[in-house]
């Protein structure tokens, strides 16, 4: 029997730490003995770097650019443990949809068959934010990734972007739209950080997949120009990659989400902020009181 490739896309804000799990995440599937490809979908091409110590990959645009016919081959290049990393790439500064290097990407890899070629077992696609222009949510509305999950932080604008997430899913959910795996919460640790995404989850009938601590051995290795899973195997962090890996192999049901209303999400946002106020005026009070 023919193996079932498994498409899944993890969205998120800039900068919440999209490339940084799924390039976790991709070394530790590929530990488990999967055959991986990291897709980047982000203008920044540079999803897959700390695959490859830190070295950038020429982009599927900027391929393009160079030559008008190219094989699917000329833009795969291998990473950490035999891993297949493509960067979709962007346009020129300035110029037209910085979501025509995915469109362009999964139109080429479609028509090479190149997914079944490569037999492989799973295709992340690291795709940046909000789904503002019709490039990004490619992935979603064709359906190409069959799973989606977003990385998010407690921080607001993180779930302000989460959430625009969810709309854009449930807006695709009946038309044969990517369905939403779960929330991956990272940069966990600062107060309030789990109880803030436990709540928006549980607004949006939504669930977290797995928590993410921020930590130094993330930092240390990124400067070393490689994954956590690479840099520090025996780490409790790389610990924490292979739990989420292990969760999304094993993940096979999907839903639609239930986005929040931009006045409610306010309201809601407004109130986790008058209750931390509170708590640190209690604190200071109490604190206050000793001495
Ligand atoms: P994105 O792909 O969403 O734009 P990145 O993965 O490039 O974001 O991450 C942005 C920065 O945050 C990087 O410098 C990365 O090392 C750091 N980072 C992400 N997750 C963590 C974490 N759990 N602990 C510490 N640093 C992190
Ligand atoms: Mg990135």
Known sequence: MAKKLKQIA??????????????NLSAALSEMGLKVMQFGCDPKSDSTNTLRDGKYIPTVLDTLREKTVIKAHDVIFEGFNGIYCVEAGGPAPGVGCAGRGIITAVELFKQQKVFEELDLDVVIYDVLGDVVCGGFAVPIREGIAEHVFT???????????????????????????????????????????????????????????????????????????????????????????RSLADKIARHTESKAPTPMEVTELREWAAKWGDYLLELEQNKITSHGAAI
């Open 151 to 241: 990385v998010s932080s407690s921080d607001f604008m993180s779930i302000y972007a989460s959430n625009n997430l969810f709309k854009g899913i449930s807006k695709y959910s009946n038309s044969g739209g990517a369905l939403l795996g779960g929330v991956i919460a990272n940069s966990m640790g600062t107060p309030y950080s789990k109880e803030i995404i436990d709540d928006f989850v549980a607004k949006t009938h939504t669930n977290v997949v797995e928590y993410i601590p921020r930590s130094v051995t993330v930092t240390q290795s990124e400067l070393q120009g490689k994954t956590t899973i690479e840099a520090a195997p025996n780490s409790a962090q790389a610990g924490v990659y």
């Open 10 to 23: 993890i969205y998120g804000k800039g900068g919440i730490g999209k490339s940084t799990t799924t390039s």
